[in-house]
């Protein structure tokens, strides 16, 4: 009898010990990351913006020579900058000044704005997890077009841990402001269309034109300058991804 009691008092003290390693090992995703990569993308956005605001912006910056994007049709050349900005989908952008060097792999290059959700998060050149993603950055999908150029600015952020700053992106309606600041310019594109659910694999969401492979109802047929946020849903899940599409409406030179 006073075996079977001490088998049964180890075994609960086992499951208390699990439940406790459990119960830290929740607090570290849920809270720990989040604070660390919150910290570190927020040191990240006062970096850049010292750089940029101590240093002009370099000289020697052409025009965007960017491919054109595949699809029917080209894409629209940009009237000069004195050209009042259209409207979401109405005609092309104003007039952009790009740089000629590429970001460095891992590195952060712009600040993205969302004010519907108060998000301020930098901007990093690729998709990886430990380099860019799990440090709270919003990650650029490399093979697409950078801020501002003819094509798909396609972009990737945690919805849950390590900084989640792509959490709140399905509250996002039409209408709704996003900006991309760089060195040269702020970039203002204008939410229009989302895409609630869909494959990992759809990667005609991320297209120079972006259309939904799974859904071809969901996206755009003609050429243009947009912006792709992409992320996992539903929350605490990878199982599908969440698209919110926007197209560039504004440019200003910083």
Known sequence: MRLLARGLWGAAELVVTLGLVLLLLVA????WTNREARAEAGRTVQSLQREWDEAPAAEGTAPDRSPRPSGTGRAPAPPSAATAPPGPGTGPPPARTTRTTAPRWDQAYAVLRIPRIGLTAPVAEGVSKGGVLDRGYVGHYTRTAQAGRAG????????????????????????????????????????????????????????????????????????????????CTPEFSSRFRLVVWAQLTAMRPR
Do not use: M
């Open 28 to 31: 570290h995703q849920l809270w």
């Open 152 to 231: 798909n600015f396609a972009l990737a952020g945690h919805r849950n841990t390590h900084g989640e700053p792509f959490r709140r992106i399905d509250r996002l309606r039409r209408g709704d402001r996003i900006t991309v600041e760089t060195r040269d310019a702020v970039y203002t594109y204008t939410v229009g269309k989302r895409l609630a659910r869909t494959a990992p694999s759809d990667s005609g969401v991320i297209a120079p034109v972006p259309r939904s492979n799974v859904t071809p109802s969901a996206g755009y047929s003609a050429p243009g300058y947009y912006l792709t946020l992409t992320t």
